[in-house]
C-alpha cells in the first residue's frame, strides 16, 4: 500500500540532497551515446569526456582527460571527485578495449590536478 507524506517546501529543500533519484539510460545502439559524457574504463588506463562521434570501432571523445588516479571510485562517479587528471582535448579511443562505462553527470576536468 502506496502512502502519502506531505512536507514543506523548507523541508524539501534539506532532505532533497539526501532522496535518491534514480536515473535510467535507455541506449539501443553505439550511436545513441554521441553527445554524452562518459568515464569510460579501457583495459590499461581510464578516460573522461564526451563521445563526439563514432568512427569505425572507435570514439571520438572531445573535452578528454586520462585519469591517473580516480581516487575512491564511489566519489569519482557519484561527486565527480578525481585525485589526478590530466586533460588531453580531443582524442580516440578503441572500443574494443573498454572494459566498461558509466555517465559522467559532472562538468569534464580541463586543469591538470
Known amino acids: 500500500m ?3 507524506i506531505e512536507i514543506s517546501d523548507e ?3 534539506k532532505i ?3 532522496l535518491l533519484e534514480e536515473e535510467t539510460i535507455d ?3 553505439l550511436e545513441e551515446m554521441v553527445g554524452s559524457k562518459w568515464f569510460i574504463r579501457t583495459v590499461t ?3 573522461v569526456g564526451k563521445i563526439h562521434k563514432r568512427i569505425g570501432n572507435f570514439f571520438y571523445l572531445k573535452g578528454a582527460s586520462w585519469i591517473a588516479d580516480s581516487g575512491r571510485f564511489m566519489g569519482a562517479i ?3 571527485t578525481l585525485n589526478e587528471v590530466e586533460p588531453v582535448g580531443d582524442c580516440m579511443v578503441s572500443i574494443g578495449s573498454i572494459v566498461d562505462m558509466f555517465p559522467w553527470k559532472h562538468e ?3 586543469q591538470q590536478k
Open 27 to 29: 541506449l539501443n545502439t
Open 16 to 18: 532533497k540532497p539526501q
Open 78 to 80: 557519484k561527486d565527480g
Open 45 to 47: 588506463y581510464h578516460l
Open 11 to 13: 523541508t524539501y529543500e
Open 108 to 110: 569534464l576536468p580541463t
Open 2 to 4: 502506496a502512502r502519502t
